[in-house]
């Protein structure tokens, strides 16, 4: 049987202590509730999707296993959370996911600022929400997460081959859609 080789972009421990869940939480709060909404779960379940990946962490933090990145890891978690809060959310409210507002909880302190960045948020989110579910994690994983292409196929359980045709096909989406906008007049920022 050949020997299976997992690709790192971050050192993670193979033996010493475990991992600390309150370190864990602390250290990648942020990138789980940034992917989250990233991966459209609507404002109003961002709460409670982190809170599930987070109570997901805690049960089997003793189990995790580095087969890639502690942050693919999480990543695949929170990508299942993110489907599962989806799809109880359009079978409850299936009319209020078009209306979510993005930025509702947040607060900043410049206007003008607010307003630039409020707009280019809402737009990135629209044109991830345009995505298939495959595409979007493809997407987010790597090019708004920056992870490495084998990091993102251990996250997402996909090969090296699907992940680049589901980044290509997406890329290839958005530029499509935002080409499409310039056209009709710049609609968009």
């Not at 599962?84 to 410049?110: C, F, I, N, V």
């Amino acid at each position: 049987m050949p020997a299976t080789v997992a690709l790192r972009t971050e050192p993670l421990p193979a033996e010493g202590p475990p991992l600390e869940f309150d370190a864990v939480y602390a250290e990648h709060f942020d990138f789980v509730w940034r992917n989250l909404r990233r991966l459209g779960v609507p404002e109003s379940a961002l709460r409670d999707a982190t809170q599930e990946v987070f109570v997901v962490v805690y049960r089997r933090l003793g189990e995790f296993v580095p087969r890639g990145t502690l942050r693919s890891w999480l990543y695949s978690i929170l990508r299942r959370v993110a489907l599962a809060q989806k799809r109880q959310y359009r079978l409850q409210r299936p009319t209020e996911m078009q209306g979510t507002d993005p930025l509702a909880d947040e607060s900043h302190p410049d206007p003008e600022t607010d307003a630039i960045r409020g707009q280019s948020l809402r737009r990135l989110l629209e044109l991830l929400n345009e995505l298939d579910d495959d595409k979007r994690e493809a997407l987010v994983s790597v090019d708004l997460e920056d992870m490495s292409v084998p990091e993102a196929c251990v996250a997402l359980e996909v090969n090296l081959n699907t992940l680049y045709s589901r980044l290509s096909a997406a890329r290839r989406q958005i530029r499509q859609r935002l080409a499409s906008d310039h056209r009709e007049g710049g609609r968009h920022p």
